[in-house]
């Protein structure tokens, strides 16, 4: 993460697409197979894809009609207990829970979802962050491409590329986390607001 202070004005999460670009028409799991049939190649291609998605309709939550559910955010850094968030509760009160992260360090973020009901396209993490106390100056901005998911019973996850924590007295602090899981249609999947602390060690 390099800290870079920005006064600029930041579009909304879900207007961050490119304006010229529009993503492919939804289609489900039956019209991607209908399609192409005489492609055999094309037909096994699908077929390895979507697995068991084409012979069931995999729903794992009867009572959300989304088709991504957000389980868990985790930070990742090697040689030391993945620190995570529980995405299914009050998110009202995940800010509460304060990651404390070793300046200098490299670390990932590591993002678990379920894909239910049809297949989902172009997934996307975006993560604001902003120094505590200046809630409009964001210091860090990221976006990362997850990519295209069929439907499963099984938790999926996607890992960020390592990022080095800042350093130094001035990065040391107390900083907000503003995240959006979306998708190539501005389907926002969830947002949720967390926090983190820069310290000189882990204690």
Not at 8 to 15: A, G, Q, R, S
């Amino acid at each position: 993460m390099s800290i870079e202070i920005t006064n600029e004005v930041e579009l909304h999460d879900e207007e961050l697409q490119d304006a010229n670009y529009q993503p492919p028409p939804e289609k489900t799991i039956e019209e991607i197979m209908a399609a192409d049939q005489e492609d055999e190649s094309l037909r096994r291609y699908k077929e390895i894809l979507l697995g068991a998605a084409q012979a069931e309709k995999i729903v794992v939550d009867m009572n959300d009609q989304r088709k991504v559910l957000v389980k868990k955010l985790a930070l990742v850094v090697d040689g030391r207990k993945d620190m995570e968030l529980d995405l299914t509760g009050d998110l009202s009160q995940l800010k509460k829970q304060v990651f404390v992260i070793k300046e200098g360090v490299q670390y990932k973020v590591r993002i678990d979802f379920i894909v239910q009901r049809e297949i989902v396209h172009g997934l996307k993490y975006v993560q604001k962050t902003y120094r505590l106390g200046v809630p409009d100056l964001i210091v860090d901005k990221m976006t990362h491409m997850v990519g295209s998911y069929p439907p499963k019973k099984e938790i999926q996850c996607y890992i960020t590329p390592s990022e080095e924590a800042p350093s130094g007295l001035m990065a040391r602090g107390t900083y907000s986390v503003s995240s959006l899981f979306t998708d190539d249609d501005k389907h926002i999947h969830l947002k949720w607001d967390w926090t983190f602390e820069i310290k000189k060690d882990w204690e």
